[in-house]
C-alpha cells in the first residue's frame, strides 16, 4: 500500500501530519499497523519540524530510505519505533542526519545484517532494542559510536558469539539482554568495561561454562540469568555472587 500524505487540522492549529498519521501535538506522531509496505511522500506530507517521538510499528517496511526521512522532516527525532516490520537490513546512511535520536527500536523485524559503522551517525542513542531479528553475528565495533548506550536488547536472534572488545566503548550500559540466541562462551573481557551493568541476562543459550573473571568487575550487578544453559559446573565464585544478587 503506498499512501498520499495531506495535512491534518486540529480545532486548536494546523499540525502538518500524515493523514492516515495521528498527532497529537507537534512532537508525538503515531502511524502504526497500517500495513504499509511503501511510502509515496508528496512535498504537503511533511510533519512538523518539532516532532520528537515517531512510531511506524507494525507495518510493513521491507527498507527505509534516507532520502524518504528527508523529505519528512524528522531528523529531530528522539525516539523512533520501527518495531514489527518486514526490515531486512540496516546500512551505514540508514540512520545518517538523526544526530538527535536517543531511542530506537528495531525489535521483530527480519533484520539479518547491520553494518559496523550503522548507528555512526547517532551518538546520542541512550536505547537500543534489536530483539527478535535474524541476527547471526555483529560486527565488533558496531556499537563503539555509542557511548551514551544505557538499555542494549539483542536477544531472540541467532548469534552464536560475542567478540571480546563489542562493548569496550559502552561504558555506561546499565541493561543487557543475550538471552534466547546460541552463544557457547562469554569471554572474560566482554564485560570487564561495564562497571555499571545492572542488568544481565545470558538465559537460554549453550553456554556450557563461566568463568570467575567474567564478572569480576561488574560490582553493581543487580540481576543475572543464567537459566536454561548447558552449564555443566560453576565457579564458586560465580555462585556466591549470584546469591548476593
Request: hydrophobic share 40%.
Amino acid at each position: 500500500m503506498f499512501l498520499h500524505f495531506p495535512l491534518h487540522q486540529t480545532k486548536a492549529e494546523w499540525i502538518q501530519c500524515p493523514r492516515v498519521c495521528y498527532c497529537s501535538n507537534r512532537t508525538v506522531a503515531t502511524c502504526k499497523d497500517l500495513k504499509i509496505d511503501g511510502i509515496n511522500m508528496a512535498k504537503e506530507g511533511k510533519f512538523e519540524t518539532e516532532i520528537e517521538q515517531l512510531d511506524f510499528s507494525g507495518n510493513k517496511l521491507s527498507s527505509i530510505n534516507p532520502n524518504t526521512f528527508s523529505i519528512w522532516n524528522v531528523f529531530n527525532l528522539h525516539a523512533f519505533n520501527l518495531s514489527g516490520n518486514n526490515i531486512l537490513n540496516i546500512t551505514r546512511i540508514t540512520f545518517s542526519g538523526f544526530s538527535y535520536l536517543e531511542n530506537l527500536d528495531l525489535s521483530n523485524n527480519n533484520i539479518s545484517w547491520i553494518d559496523c559503522e550503522a548507528f555512526e551517525f547517532t551518538p546520542r542513542m541512550t536505547v537500543l532494542h534489536l530483539r527478535s531479528n535474524r541476527l547471526t553475528e555483529i560486527c565488533p565495533h558496531i556499537f563503539s559510536s555509542l557511548e551514551n548506550l544505557r538499555h542494549l536488547d539483542l536477544s531472540h536472534n541467532m548469534l552464536s558469539s560475542i567478540q571480546p572488545d563489542t562493548l569496550h566503548n559502552n561504558f555506561v550500559l546499565e541493561w543487557l539482554s543475550l538471552a534466547n540466541n546460541r552463544l557457547t562462551e562469554i569471554h572474560p573481557d566482554t564485560l570487564r568495561l561495564l562497571r555499571h551493568l545492572r542488568h544481565l541476562d545470558l538465559s537460554t543459550n549453550m553456554i556450557s561454562s563461566i568463568q570467575p573473571e567474567t564478572l569480576h568487575n561488574n560490582s553493581v550487578l543487580e540481576w543475572l540469568s543464567l537459566a536454561n544453559n548447558s552449564l555443566t559446573k560453576i565457579h564458586p565464585i560465580i555462585v556466591l555472587f549470584e546469591t548476593k544478587l
